[in-house]
């Protein structure tokens, strides 16, 4: 299967975003790439959710999220053990993100004590220039109600 690809142009990034998180914070942020198996019986607003809050926990540290792949139900290799039972296909989805290292610690925290999580791997990208947010997430992927940047305070949120 094709992965649902959720990358959207700079052009459609929120001006809340881009007043929020100046050049300077995402310079210093080494991008991630967090790859996830999760449990096949779950239905799609579970995985939505277990990607949502991943999502969240990367925007209270002030990070950013770039990219988002859902590659849906696929077959695997071999059988993984989770806590459950024994699985030869698995939900497999990406999220891509900038963010401080030691914001790290939470999400690992959260992918090993979540028992719908088979196997997971974060991968250290680099420190990538991002200059400005020129590709980033976007209200308009079907994520975007879950993934949205925090409000600044004394700011609503517009629906």
Same mark, same amino acid.
């Given at each position: 299967?094709?992965?649902?690809?959720?990358?959207? @142009?700079?052009?459609?990034?929120?001006?809340?975003?881009? &007043?929020?998180?100046?050049?300077? $914070?995402?310079?210093?942020? !080494?991008?991630? #790439?967090? =790859?996830?198996?999760?449990?096949?019986?779950? &239905?799609?607003?579970? +995985?939505?959710?277990?990607?949502?809050? +991943?999502?969240?926990?990367?925007? $209270?540290?002030?990070?950013?999220?770039?990219?988002?792949?859902?590659?849906? #139900?696929?077959?695997?290799?071999?059988?993984?053990?989770? +806590? &459950?039972?024994?699985?030869?296909?698995?939900?497999?989805?990406? =999220?891509?993100?900038?963010?401080?290292?030691?914001?790290?610690?939470?999400?690992?925290?959260?992918?090993?004590?979540? #028992?719908?999580?088979?196997?997971?791997?974060?991968?250290?990208?680099?420190?990538?220039?991002?200059?400005?947010?020129?590709?980033?997430?976007?209200?308009?992927? @079907?994520?975007?109600? #879950?993934?949205? @940047? !925090?409000?600044?305070?004394?700011?609503?949120?517009?629906?």
């Amino acid at each position: 299967g094709r992965a649902a690809h959720l990358l959207l @142009p700079s052009a459609l990034v929120s001006s809340h975003f881009k &007043q929020q998180h100046s050049a300077c $914070s995402f310079s210093r942020m !080494p991008v991630y #790439e967090l =790859l996830c198996l999760a449990r096949p019986l779950l &239905q799609k607003q579970a +995985v939505q959710s277990m990607i949502s809050k +991943v999502g969240r926990m990367v925007y $209270s540290q002030g990070g950013v999220i770039t990219d988002v792949k859902s590659y849906g #139900e696929q077959s695997l290799a071999y059988k993984i053990k989770g +806590v &459950q039972d024994k699985y030869d296909k698995a939900h497999i989805w990406q =999220l891509d993100f900038a963010v401080t290292p030691k914001a790290l610690d939470d999400i690992k925290a959260e992918m090993r004590n979540n #028992e719908d999580v088979l196997r997971w791997a974060i991968v250290k990208r680099g420190l990538k220039p991002m200059a400005s947010p020129r590709v980033l997430f976007h209200r308009l992927s @079907p994520f975007a109600n #879950e993934l949205r @940047p !925090p409000p600044r305070h004394g700011q609503e949120t517009s629906v």
